[in-house]
């Protein structure tokens, strides 16, 4: 079981149609795949999450030739700076990156073992994961014309329904002026009916117009506002003005538990540095009372290994982001 090679290799895959947030457009996500090959011909397969780190995984690797991979532990102590900040390098970077490395090394373990991701967790206590259809303006495509009216936003939703059986919808909002954005709330509650209904600003709004967004929104029965201002701060502030829950992608657990807000931690599997280090990180939501779920933007390598953590994973309750459907191609 011992690691002989790591290889990574950054992929760019594109849009069907480039999706508007409140910082601008994404036409297409990049990624580094890392392959961690063994000594009984078994290729383990990870994923980093933000853009080409190559260079970083080609250089831990290096650091990782002959051990076991099981040993995650010492694996991180080798690759990881042992403090939290560090003038000469990217801390995060390298946690982002040793977290594509550590995916590897439980792939390559299960398929060592014959034992897939939520056995090695400790077995499925779900067979079923909810997902949350994405919606929001999209720019005109060669092959795909996006939608650019609210009109379209609430037609794609009920086809998401009638062909895929939707059951959650999750969409940007801070994109273009309120009364606008507030119609196509509106139309898209009248297209899926009773079904969830969640809003990610990308922390687009300050506070004040937070509020005013939050006054009519409310009335289309949102369940979730994502990052409706910046910082866990300005989301406090706003607690006392809906009955909705609020959720980020930015993991301060202590100081949620302080604020009591955020409701809700959204992240990846290679934020804090890998499946091991998220698993802890969830079971530490759950002790607090705060939930926990996967966000989108993933290739079908670090999908499948959420997928596994959501079965495994009790506290994993709510439907966890995804843009499969908008993906023009993916890994295989």
Known sequence: MKITAVRATPINIPYTAA????HGSIRSLTKTIVELDTDEGVTGIGEVADGDRS????????????????????????????IRYTPWGDVTGMT?????????MWDARGKLEDAPLHVLLGGAVRTEIALSEYFGFRLPAATEQGEQTPEEIADYCARMVDEHGATSFEGKVATVDLDTEVRMIRLIREA?????????????WTVQTARHAIARMDDYDIHYYEEPVETYEEMAQLRPFTKA????????????????CPDTMVTNL??????????????????????????????????????HVSAAIEH????SQTLFRWYADDVT
């Not at 250089?59 to 102590?77: F, K, N, P, S």
């Not at 899926?192 to 687009?204: H, M, S």
């Not at 994993?316 to 439907?319: D, G, K, L, Q, S």
Request: aromatic share 8%; hydrophobic share 40%.
């Open 245 to 260: 829950s609020f959720s980020t992608h930015i993991m301060d657990l202590p100081r949620a538990v302080e604020l009591k």
């Open 192 to 204: 899926i009916g009773d079904r969830q209904l969640k809003v990610d600003a990308n922390g687009g």
């Open 270 to 307: 290679v934020e804090m540095g890998g499946i091991a280090r998220t698993v802890a990180f969830i079971r530490a939501c759950e002790q607090f009372n705060i939930g926990f779920r996967f966000h989108s933007g993933e290739t079908s390598v670090a999908s499948a290994a959420y997928l």
């Open 19 to 22: 999706y508007v947030f409140s």
């Open 96 to 104: 982002r990156a040793f977290g594509g490395i550590e995916m590897a």
């Open 55 to 82: 260079a970083d995984v080609t250089e831990m690797g290096e650091a990782l030739t002959g051990l076991d991979v099981r040993q995650i532990t010492t694996a991180e102590r080798r690759c990881l700076p042992g």
């Open 316 to 319: 994993i309750r709510e439907p």
